[in-house]
């Protein structure tokens, strides 16, 4: 099984690169293939061209996305990992989506909204500053929900697997508040795919 750890934070050693880099470790552990997608450390660019828009008149994904294309043509498990910012994913993953998932590619066949990545599943961790009782009573994390796992997997034929949220992921958090994070991290992993097919 091959997953694609795609994963938004400026900074490699925030939680949400320890959160990939964790993920990463334990699913290789079981023995799957891994690439991480940094996006920043790519320097993706996040925002839609004219020419990307379908049914434009030169409509055409850019080399860019091409490439990211084929590096998860292949890919069993899509990962996402992002901070909450303002209440919402970073801007740099709605680029990656719209940009790598977008028409032709996740969804679109003959002029339709075809899901063309069906049998394929999908995992989010996302993380924020405030509690996770505050995140869920101002409906944040269920409209992230909503959007980004739900609505998301179904245009795109993905099966939801799992949206693990860790609040109060603030600055200067204790060492062991961030391992016992982490350890989470690499029991949803075994949850999920701990057992063989």
């Not at 699913?27 to 940094?38: C, K, M, N, P, Y």
Request: aromatic fraction near 12%.
């Amino acid at each position: 099984m091959k997953h694609a750890v795609i994963f938004a934070h400026p900074k490699p050693e925030s939680f949400t690169g320890s959160v990939a880099s964790a993920y990463a470790k334990a699913a290789s552990a079981l023995g799957h293939e891994v690439t991480i997608r940094d996006l920043y450390r790519m320097n993706f660019q996040p925002c839609l061209q004219c020419d990307e828009l379908p049914f434009t008149e030169g409509f055409r994904p850019r080399p860019d996305v091409v490439e990211e294309r084929a590096v998860l043509r292949d890919v069993d498990v899509f990962v996402l990992c992002y901070p909450l910012w303002l209440d919402a994913p970073p801007a740099m993953m709605k680029g990656y989506l719209e940009r790598v998932f977008g028409f032709g590619f996740a969804y679109g066949r003959d002029g339709h909204s075809e899901p063309l990545l069906s049998g394929r599943k999908l995992i989010t961790f996302s993380s924020s500053g405030a509690p996770i009782h505050w995140v869920e009573q101002t409906g944040a994390l269920g409209a992230i929900k909503t959007l980004f796992d739900r609505y998301f997997a179904e245009a795109c034929g993905l099966t939801a697997l799992d949206h693990v949220h860790f609040g109060g992921i603030v600055p200067g958090i204790r060492p062991d508040a961030v391992e016992t994070r982490l350890v989470e991290v690499q029991d949803t992993v075994k949850k999920h795919f701990g057992r063989r097919a």
